[in-house]
């Protein structure tokens, strides 16, 4: 049975923390490696995580000094001993089946990533939306990954981030998260992993992430209202793509700019709502 490293990066998050927690716990595939990061918590989050190792052997704390979800991270990537990982944010949870559905498509050795759908937790509004179960195509014959990528990038908010994931661990390890940002960096990651890693997208069609839409921090918000970030995101995009695109690639590099231009004005406006 193949071992999973569950890699959870923790910060001041508990109201929310021991839900996640027991719903890594309950998984169906029980061969996992559960890797908690504190990232200099300043509430009893830090106890919480402890407290939780105490009762289950197959999970490790490492608690640090603040530095940041993508520290964090890195810190669990290099703890990872499993073969594949899987990232969850810690005011977050999962399905029971999250890791064993996500794991049964790497039956074909053609497969370098799994990703599956999610349940919104719209927690001001107090309702449960399911997003991301539609059918999405494969990548065509003579399409190339990166315009198959752009594509996704364009349809698909689930690309952008790191997590609702399962990826393949000898890949995963010699990548890292950019530390000194705080806006794309999930995307970096995940187009870096995608681009070398040999294979295609597999897409489960249930919703096992189950994201707590409401939590995200001031920094998040922040940054996510200021142009230049996007632009910078923009930016490494492009060169990602390379100096000589195709005609279908800038296509859809052109669409993606088109949404995240969109993206941004929302986000000004949700930031705007909450003051």
Sequence with gaps: MNKVSIIIPIYNTEKYLKACLDS?????????????????????????????????????????????????????????????????????????????????????ANTSITVCGRHYEMLRQKYRKTVYISYIRPRRKHESKKAYILYLLTIDGRMYSAIDKLFRAPLAKKLKFNESINFSEDTNYVLDYLSKAKGEIHFVREPLYIYNFGTEGSTIRKSSIIWSNWQAAYQNLKSWLGPHPSLQERFWLHLVHLRWRISFIRSKRRVAKSQ
């Design 24 to 108: 890594v716990k309950n998984q169906t595939h029980q061969n996992l490696e559960i890797i908690l990061v504190d990232d200099g918590s300043t509430d009893d989050s830090g106890k919480i995580a402890d407290t939780f190792a105490k009762s289950d052997q197959r999970v490790k704390v490492i608690h640090q000094k603040n530095a940041g979800q993508s520290a964090a991270r890195n810190r669990g990537l290099k703890e990872a001993t499993g073969e594949f990982i899987s990232f969850i944010d810690s005011d977050d949870k999962v399905d029971k089946t999250f890791i064993e559905k996500l794991l049964a498509p790497y039956q074909d």
